[in-house]
Structures are given as structure tokens and as C-alpha cells.
């Protein structure tokens, strides 16, 4: 805990990129049961934007405003779940947060280790908020194969492309700020299309 705290933690709430995954995850997952849950699923996945904004509040301290981050996340972690739920949500959506621990807990681990723009460390990062999808989907009332299928599509590509982005800035391939904003924008498109893609193969795959 003492090096955690001696490392200074970039805001990851300022990272365009951790919520254009965040983003299009939740949205798969609504979208992979669309006509069953929708609202719920969308619900379900606000709640990991509001751990998101939760664990964020960390890169802030000790500024004053990480106060109000963090129970603004608080409020939307604990709050959208419940109104998901009496939306009419699968309970179940709750254990994927459970399997979102562990990534989290790995990109923590190498945010320490090697530093929390390091390639691995982004990686697990990405990686746990890319478990939105499955729970989404689950919340709106897919199955656990839809579920675990729609992350299998999703989580590979998501840690390729994070990983690829971050070795080239490493690798200084991407200098100035408008390269960075247009790789940013390219990426966005990457990962939008792939999960269009994704959300079409789960509609057509054969129920088993």
C-alpha cells in the first residue's frame, strides 16, 4: 500500500481511450440481448462506469475534488445495480464483477511494479473493463454462453490494440499531440467496428 501511494497514479478518468472501451462494451452487451433487457443490461453497465469513477478518485488525492469523485462513483456503482435489478436484471450480472477483481487486481499489481502507463498494466486494465459486456448482457437476460462468448470476442482484441497503441508511444512512433488525437480517433473506429462485429456474430451464432 505504501508504494501504491508513493507512485504518482495518472487519472484514468481522463483516459478518452478507457472509456471508449468501457463505452462499447456496455453497449454490446445491451445490444447482443436487444428487445429482452435492454434498459437493464444498460443499467447493469453503468455500474462499472461508476466503479470506474470510484477507483479513479484515487489518482486525485490529495486534491480536494477526489471527495467528489469518489461518492459520485459510490452513488452510481451501488445505484445503478439496484435500479437495474428492479428493472427486472438477472441478479447473476453481479458475479462478473467478481471476475473483473482479477484483472483489476493484476493492472494494479503491474501499475506498482512497472507503472500504470506500462503496457501490462493497461492491459489488465482494459481487460476488466472489458467484463461490462458479458454482465451487461446477462443483466438483460442473455445466456451465460452469449455472455462469455460477446467477452471472448471482445477482451483479445481490446489488449491487442491497447498493447500495440502503448508500444508505439514507448517507442516515440507517435510524437506530437494532433498524431496522438488522430491515433486516438483511429482506434475508437477499430474498436467500434470490431464490436459491431462481434454483437452480429453473437445474433447469428446457433443457439446451442
Given at each position: 500500500?505504501?508504494?501504491?501511494?508513493?507512485?504518482?497514479?495518472?487519472?484514468p478518468a481522463r483516459a478518452h481511450g478507457?472509456?471508449?472501451?468501457?463505452?462499447?462494451?456496455?453497449?454490446?452487451?445491451?445490444?447482443?440481448?436487444?428487445?429482452?433487457?435492454?434498459?437493464?443490461?444498460?443499467?447493469?453497465?453503468?455500474?462499472?462506469?461508476?466503479?470506474?469513477?470510484?477507483?479513479?478518485?484515487?489518482?486525485?488525492?490529495?486534491?480536494?475534488?477526489?471527495?467528489?469523485?469518489?461518492?459520485?462513483?459510490?452513488?452510481?456503482?451501488?445505484?445503478?445495480?439496484?435500479?437495474?435489478?428492479?428493472?427486472?436484471?438477472?441478479?447473476?450480472?453481479?458475479?462478473?464483477?467478481?471476475?473483473?477483481?482479477?484483472?483489476?487486481?493484476?493492472?494494479?499489481?503491474?501499475?506498482?511494479?512497472?507503472?500504470?502507463?506500462?503496457?501490462?498494466?493497461?492491459?489488465?486494465?482494459?481487460?476488466?473493463?472489458?467484463?461490462?459486456?458479458?454482465?451487461?448482457?446477462?443483466?438483460?437476460?442473455?445466456?451465460?454462453r452469449e455472455g462469455w462468448l460477446l467477452?471472448?470476442?471482445?477482451?483479445?482484441?481490446?489488449?491487442?490494440?491497447?498493447?500495440?497503441?502503448?508500444?508505439?508511444?514507448?517507442?516515440?512512433?507517435?510524437?506530437?499531440?494532433?498524431?496522438?488525437?488522430?491515433?486516438?480517433?483511429?482506434?475508437?473506429?477499430?474498436?467500434?467496428?470490431?464490436?459491431?462485429?462481434?454483437?452480429?456474430?453473437?445474433?447469428?451464432?446457433?443457439?446451442?
Amino acid at each position: 500500500m505504501t508504494a501504491l501511494l508513493a507512485r504518482r497514479i495518472p487519472d484514468p478518468a481522463r483516459a478518452h481511450g478507457a472509456w471508449v472501451y468501457l463505452g462499447v462494451s456496455v453497449l454490446a452487451g445491451a445490444l447482443a440481448v436487444a428487445g429482452q433487457g435492454f434498459v437493464p443490461a444498460l443499467l447493469a453497465g453503468l455500474g462499472y462506469a461508476g466503479v470506474f469513477l470510484l477507483t479513479s478518485a484515487a489518482a486525485l488525492v490529495p486534491r480536494p475534488t477526489w471527495r467528489r469523485r469518489a461518492v459520485s462513483g459510490l452513488l452510481l456503482a451501488t445505484g445503478a445495480p439496484w435500479a437495474a435489478i428492479a428493472a427486472g436484471a438477472d441478479p447473476a450480472f453481479l458475479a462478473y464483477a467478481l471476475v473483473a477483481l482479477f484483472p483489476a487486481a493484476l493492472a494494479g499489481w503491474f501499475g506498482v511494479r512497472r507503472g500504470f502507463q506500462s503496457p501490462l498494466a493497461l492491459c489488465f486494465a482494459v481487460a476488466a473493463l472489458a467484463v461490462a459486456a458479458p454482465s451487461a448482457a446477462c443483466a438483460g437476460g442473455g445466456t451465460a454462453r452469449e455472455g462469455w462468448l460477446l467477452g471472448l470476442l471482445l477482451t483479445p482484441f481490446f489488449v491487442w490494440r491497447t498493447w500495440r497503441l502503448r508500444r508505439a508511444l514507448d517507442a516515440r512512433r507517435v510524437a506530437s499531440r494532433a498524431e496522438l488525437r488522430r491515433t486516438g480517433l483511429v482506434e475508437a473506429a477499430l474498436a467500434a467496428a470490431w464490436t459491431a462485429l462481434a454483437i452480429v456474430v453473437i445474433h447469428l451464432w446457433p443457439a446451442g
